[in-house]
Nanobody, 117 residues
């Protein structure tokens, strides 16, 4: 069974840092495109960062502006999102997602990140 479990969210002051984790099971994360998305209250979901399935290249949304780093530990089948210089507008529920090859996408349950000003 494919599962994605996020952790590491919380409340942090503006300028602070958090590291999110996404523990994957039921598949090898380096065989798929996998990444982070977020959804703020009243806003559409948006991509944050991801790994390409073809060559493991990383991609970031423009708003990241060098503040976030996606990484993974294949031995632990876990993906991370290190977030530095957090801003109040980064407040959202952060989800990890696996993009399938045949429409078999999977999502984690999400982890709340709240940045106070």
């Amino acid at each position: 069974e494919v599962q994605l479990v996020e952790s590491g969210g919380g409340l942090v002051q503006a300028g602070g840092s958090l590291r999110l984790s996404c523990a994957a099971s039921g598949f090898s994360s380096d065989d798929y495109a996998i990444g982070w998305l977020r959804q703020a209250p009243g806003k559409a979901q948006e991509g944050v960062a991801c790994y390409s399935s073809s060559d493991g290249s990383t991609y970031y949304a423009d708003f990241v502006e060098g503040r976030f780093t996606i990484s993974r530990d294949n031995a632990k089948n876990t993906m991370y999102l290190q977030m530095n210089s957090l801003k109040p507008e980064d407040t959202a529920v952060y989800y990890c997602k696996r993009w399938g090859y045949y429409g078999d996408d999977y999502w984690g349950q999400g982890t709340q990140v709240t940045v106070s000003s």
